[in-house]
Every structure is written in C-alpha cells, then in structure tokens.
Nanobody, 123 residues
Framework: VQLQASGGGVVQAGDSLRLSCEAS????????VAWFRQAPGKERDVVCA????????YYTDSVKGRFTVSRDNTKRTVWLQMNDLKPEDTAVYYC?????????????????WGQGTQVTVSS
C-alpha cells in the first residue's frame, strides 16, 4: 500500500478543510488508517484513526466534535473533514496505514506513510 495525502492549505480560524488520503494497492481494505500531525518542534501525534471497516473510530480529545474521519474502501480513500479550525491545528498532516484489523493509535504500529500536507490556520 502506498499513500498520497492532499487537501492542506492556509485558512483562517473557524474555517474548514478536507484532507484526502488516497491509497494504491489491492489490500487497502485490510488496513487501519490514521491521521497524524506534526507541528514545528513537536512530536508527530495521532489525530484520529479509523478501522478497516470504518466502524471503529478514534479521535484525540482536542479535535473531538470538530474533525470527522471517514473512508470508502471501494475508492481506496480516507478523508479527514476538519471544521472550526484553530491556530493550534497548524501542522503537517500525515496519513498512515497499519495492516491491522483493530484500531491502533500508536505511531509505531503504522508502517505505511504518505507524504505530509501542510495545514496553516491563521488567527
């Protein structure tokens, strides 16, 4: 599986963005997918994760109620809808995949990574 993230940009606080993570490879449906983000000088932390079926979903506390993750295995795509963006959401966002039928949220479990997409939120 190879991943391609897109959809980042420069927005103002309160705006919305939709990130996409497109996968190549026939086994995409076997993978849990997560979005991570990394701000300058900080660790790369998990934002959310979605299980292979789309039934299991995890959000980190700071994005609950604002971000929504979804997937369509027939399109080999995972989306991250980000609403009510805040300056503290500014980071490079990465999608990653884990060959796991569970819902891993630990970075080391993810072995496939896309390139990052920059999200910048101005106040």
């Amino acid at each position: 599986v190879q991943l391609q993230a897109s959809g980042g940009g420069v927005v103002q606080a309160g705006d919305s963005l939709r990130l996409s993570c497109e996968a190549s490879g026939r086994s995409f449906a076997n993978y849990a997918v997560a979005w991570f983000r990394q701000a300058p000088g900080k660790e790369r932390d998990v934002v959310c994760a979605i299980s292979w079926s789309g039934i299991g979903i995890y959000y980190t506390d700071s994005v609950k109620g604002r971000f929504t993750v979804s997937r369509d295995n027939t399109k080999r795509t995972v989306w991250l809808q980000m609403n009510d963006l805040k300056p503290e959401d500014t980071a490079v966002y990465y999608c990653a995949a884990a060959n796991d039928y569970g819902l891993p949220i630990i970075r080391s479990r993810y072995t496939k990574w896309g390139q990052g997409t920059q999200v910048t939120v101005s106040s």
